[in-house]
């Protein structure tokens, strides 16, 4: 079955640290993108990637940092610059080239940080 | 990007139908309009999506006025699994603007007893 995969359900990490969440897709999506959810909140586009070795910054970008160096991997970093790491994240994939117009996103079941 | 406004929070019993309307006065012609649905701890699934007029399929329809300024997710006979948080979502999927979709706080479905 195609999907994505997201790794591990749960993280705890001390202040001060760098994480790595890890964002895998078998679904041949070319853009692939990284949400932050907060408790009772929607979601909010931390960054994107339309084609491999290309990204671009969402809406809350700071203290964040991915690469795209394979089609199929996404991994996100929560760097110590970021000031509130604690949150749900989410990786979504969607779109095949020319065929992306109007595709949904598909989404994985999401990474809990927790950050003491 | 398109900014929707929904109810934050509905309520139901099983067996009846539930209508989410969703508001989106600033739809641009390429905008399409999808929903998702999300239970806690999961990524959003997605549901339906359509431009005009009305789309079925198994889950739920979609009802869109000729305007386009608003539009009606419409889940029949629900159940407590539809219990979840509803977004609608508009934007052209296409292209550049891909996944740059604004994700509200969503419409929180309780399905009672």
């Known amino acids: 079955d195609g999907g994505i995969t997201q790794s591990p359900k749960y993280l705890f990490r001390k202040e001060g640290q760098n994480v790595t969440l890890s964002c895998e897709q078998n679904l041949n999506h070319d853009a692939m993108y990284w949400y932050r959810q907060d408790p009772g909140q929607g979601l909010r586009l931390i960054y994107y990637?339309?084609?491999?070795?290309?990204?671009q910054k969402g809406d809350i970008a700071e203290g964040y940092s991915v690469s795209r160096e394979k089609k199929e991997s996404f991994p996100l970093t929560v760097t110590s610059a970021q000031k509130n790491p604690t949150a749900f994240y989410l990786c979504?994939?969607?779109?095949?080239?020319?065929?992306?117009?109007?595709?949904?996103?598909?989404f994985g079941n999401g990474t809990r940080l927790t950050v003491t | 990007l398109a900014k929707t406004t929904q109810p934050i929070s509905m309520d139901s019993y099983e067996g009846q139908e539930v209508n989410i309307t969703c508001s989106h006065n600033?739809?641009?012609?390429?905008?399409?309009i999808t929903w998702y649905q999300q239970f806690p701890s999961q990524g959003p699934r997605f549901i339906i999506q359509?431009?005009?007029t009305k789309v079925t399929n198994e889950v739920a329809s979609l009802f869109i006025p000729a305007d386009r300024k608003s539009s009606t997710l419409s889940l029949p006979r629900v159940s407590l699994s539809d219990t979840a948080v509803y977004y609608c979502?508009?934007?052209?999927?296409?292209?550049?603007?891909?996944?740059?979709?604004?994700f509200g706080r969503g419409t929180q479905l309780t399905v009672w007893p």
């Open positions: 600033n739809i641009a012609t390429n905008d399409y």
């Open positions: 979502l508009v934007g052209d999927q296409g292209g550049s603007t891909l996944g740059r979709l604004y």
């Open positions: 979504a994939s969607g779109g095949q080239g020319t065929l992306s117009y109007n595709s949904p996103l598909h």
């Open positions: 990637s339309q084609i491999v070795n290309d990204f």
């Open positions: 359509g431009y005009k």
